[in-house]
């Protein structure tokens, strides 16, 4: 059974920057494709990015703002989140899904991660 726990959450001011966290556990994390998603109150869950082995992907949302990367020694996924604005404000959401590439269909991972919170104050 794979566990994910994400860390890194927290207030910042708008233009800042955070670091998210995503320590795996359970199976072989490079088997893993694995993604970040993000739920503001009130809104639907969205795709933020996601990375496989070799590849990435990114929602429209983020752009180059964010950057998603693994270190499979460690079994971590991280999101690095720049000139982050109050529009970022979510629950922020690790998952992983069995897959060679990036996905960003929410409904194909297979687990996920408890979430953590990221507020952007203006």
């Known amino acids: 059974q794979v566990q994910l726990v994400e860390y890194g959450g927290g207030l910042v001011q708008a233009g800042g920057s955070l670091r998210l966290s995503c320590v795996f556990s359970?199976?072989?994390?490079?088997?893993?494709?694995m993604g970040w998603f993000r739920q503001a109150p009130g809104k639907e869950r969205e795709f933020v990015a996601a990375?496989?082995?070799?590849?990435?992907e990114y929602g429209d949302s983020v752009n180059s703002r964010f950057a998603i990367s693994r270190d499979n020694d460690k079994a971590t996924l991280y999101l690095q989140m720049n000139s982050l604005e109050p529009e970022d404000t979510a629950a922020y959401y690790c998952?992983?899904?069995?897959?060679?590439?990036?996905?960003?269909?929410?409904?194909?991972?297979?687990?996920w991660g408890q979430g953590t919170q990221v507020t952007v104050s203006s």
């Open positions: 990375i496989s082995e070799n590849m990435v």
């Open positions: 359970g199976r072989t994390f490079r088997n893993y494709a």
């Open positions: 998952a992983a899904v069995s897959s060679p590439f990036p996905v960003s269909d929410e409904d194909k991972y297979e687990y």
